[in-house]
């Protein structure tokens, strides 16, 4: 009983030293804790969430697409976030431009509590034809959005749809 004993000295001893050390690294390799990754998401803001600005914008508004039916008209939908502060990388706009025009998106920042409304940063079509045009903003002013903040897209169509002007909707990118 007395060498089980007397030979687990050594091993409660190197135990002891390691639990108050630290292991021996492996070759000059360090143990080093892993550093957080940012989440990035995506959240599709379609055509149906926008709502006009004016009641006496005449337009319709589906699944797939938003347009005025006479004259222009402007919307505006709000982007719900899943994180309690985000950064935006970008905003990817959907929409269809046939005519002499320019549909005009922007991504919008609000401070109710100092009564701001900031414009982090804003894109035009160009009147191609009547295929999808895919319009990237990614230069912000600002990309930080948090819960004293509200973001909101806004989409200004110069004229109805029978001119060429459709938006079919948006994407947001962001991480956290």
């Given at each position: 009983?007395?060498?089980?004993?007397?030979?687990?000295?050594?091993?409660?001893?190197?135990?002891?030293?390691?639990?108050?050390?630290?292991?021996?690294?492996?070759?000059?390799?360090?143990?080093?804790?892993a550093?957080?990754?940012?989440?990035?998401?995506?959240?599709?803001?379609?055509?149906?969430?926008?709502?006009p600005m004016?009641?006496?914008i005449?337009?319709?508004?589906?699944?797939?697409?938003?347009e005025?039916?006479?004259?222009?008209?402007?919307?505006?939908?709000?982007?719900?976030?899943?994180?309690?502060?985000?950064?935006?990388?970008?905003?990817v706009?959907?929409?269809?431009?046939?005519?002499?025009?320019?549909?005009?998106?922007?991504?919008?920042?609000?401070?109710?509590?100092?009564?701001?409304t900031?414009?982090?940063?804003?894109v035009?079509?160009?009147?191609?034809?009547?295929?999808?045009?895919v319009?990237?903003?990614?230069e912000?002013?600002?990309?930080?959005?948090?819960?004293?903040y509200?973001?909101?897209?806004?989409?200004?169509?110069?004229?109805?749809?029978?001119?060429?002007?459709?938006?079919l909707?948006a994407?947001?990118?962001?991480s956290?």
């Amino acid at each position: 009983m007395a060498s089980v004993r007397n030979a687990a000295r050594p091993l409660v001893a190197a135990l002891l030293a390691v639990a108050m050390i630290g292991p021996l690294s492996w070759r000059g390799a360090e143990v080093t804790a892993a550093e957080p990754r940012a989440t990035t998401r995506t959240v599709t803001i379609p055509a149906s969430a926008f709502n006009p600005m004016s009641d006496i914008i005449p337009y319709s508004r589906g699944v797939g697409c938003l347009e005025t039916r006479s004259g222009s008209g402007a919307f505006l939908a709000p982007v719900f976030f899943e994180a309690p502060v985000v950064s935006i990388r970008k905003v990817v706009f959907y929409v269809i431009d046939a005519g002499p025009g320019s549909i005009q998106m922007e991504l919008i920042r609000t401070q109710p509590a100092e009564q701001k409304t900031i414009s982090l940063g804003s894109v035009l079509s160009s009147g191609s034809s009547f295929s999808m045009q895919v319009i990237t903003l990614s230069e912000l002013s600002a990309r930080r959005v948090s819960g004293a903040y509200g973001a909101t897209l806004s989409v200004y169509l110069p004229a109805p749809s029978r001119d060429g002007y459709l938006f079919l909707g948006a994407k947001v990118t962001y991480s956290y």
